[in-house]
């Protein structure tokens, strides 16, 4: 997501609360982990467009979070497809010989209604 992140102060710049200009955006939650900062390896150190405020696991936590997404995405979808399949089950064995006719409301669903 672009979110505006607003301008960094340039006294701000540097300090604990905004140490390098990536570091703008994490208390938004829009930041991006620097990689190298807790590895005292960062060469850009001010200049830097990483966050120098996220710990180090930030990344590791971020990518597990995105894959349970992204699987609870999966199962929704197929869900979604299941349900979609029984209800289409459902119509073509409640439709009376007729195709224009009224559905036969008396015929049993091959699901259970009530289950979410």
């Known amino acids: 997501a672009n979110v505006p992140v607003p301008p960094i102060p340039p006294d701000a710049l540097g300090t604990p609360e905004c140490p390098s200009v990536g570091s703008a955006g994490h208390f938004a939650g ?3 982990p620097c990689d190298f900062v807790h590895r005292n390896s960062c060469r850009t150190g001010i200049a830097c467009k990483f966050c120098h405020l996220c ?3 930030e990344n ?3 990518k597990k979070q995105k894959q349970g997404l992204v699987r609870a995405m ?3 979808e197929q869900e979604v497809a299941q349900a979609t399949s029984n209800l289409a089950t459902a119509l073509k ?3 009376s010989s007729s195709p224009d006719g009224p559905l036969d409301m008396s015929c ?3 699901f259970d ?3 979410p």
């Open 108 to 110: 049993s669903f091959p």
């Open 30 to 32: 829009v930041c991006k």
């Open 74 to 76: 999966r199962r929704f």
């Open 113 to 115: 209604p009530a289950r």
């Open 60 to 62: 590791k936590r971020r």
């Open 93 to 95: 064995a409640c439709s």
């Open 55 to 57: 710990g180090p696991d």
